[in-house]
């Protein structure tokens, strides 16, 4: 469980190496959400990292897309932490399972930037099928949630799926 708590530190390096982007991203995230067809196409990427800190190595996967502007519409992130590199047939799943390999879904739901997580709902497993150098395939379902003042709030995301291009940082 050590060798994840560099994610927090992978994942930051990550955000604050990203360069916005008007390009339409390099393939495709769809899912069934709450029953109906959803696309999270639009400018859907794939970043593959890792840090070494005291001779442990973390590595992480972040996968994003929105459904449509990125500045206005609802998207859905990806995050799976490992303590080995990721290979085909390789599946991730919550926090619900402890282990050294996690997935987590979160979907930020517009109007309104209301923020689900599978922090708060579960469960979550996520299925890399086949990566390579350029590409990474797989599935996914998740049930997120948020939780605050009044009724709690559930999504259920089945049949998910995800073909993109995979950069490295």
Do not use: W
Not at 42 to 65: D, P, R, W
Not at 121 to 147: D, L, R
């Amino acid at each position: 469980m050590k060798k994840l708590f560099a994610l927090p530190l992978v994942l930051l390096i990550f955000i604050s190496s990203c360069k916005k982007s008007s390009d339409s991203g390099a393939g495709t995230i769809n899912a069934t959400v709450d029953g109906t067809a959803t696309s999270f196409s639009n400018t859907a990427t794939a970043v593959e990292s890792s840090a070494t800190n005291n001779g442990v190595t973390a590595y992480s996967l972040l996968i994003v897309g929105f459904q449509g502007s990125p500045s206005s519409s609802s998207s859905i992130t990806l995050t799976i932490g490992s303590d080995a590199p990721f290979g085909a047939d390789s599946t991730y799943t919550g926090l619900a399972s402890p282990s050294d390999n996690l997935a987590e879904v979160a979907y930020i739901q517009q109007p309104g930037n209301v923020s689900y997580s599978d922090l708060l709902a579960g469960p979550t497993t996520v299925t890399i099928k086949s990566i390579s150098s350029t590409n990474v395939q797989g599935t996914f379902s998740s049930t997120v949630g948020i939780f605050g003042s009044g009724t709690p709030s559930t999504h259920t995301f089945t049949n998910g799926t995800f073909n993109l291009n995979l950069t490295h940082q």
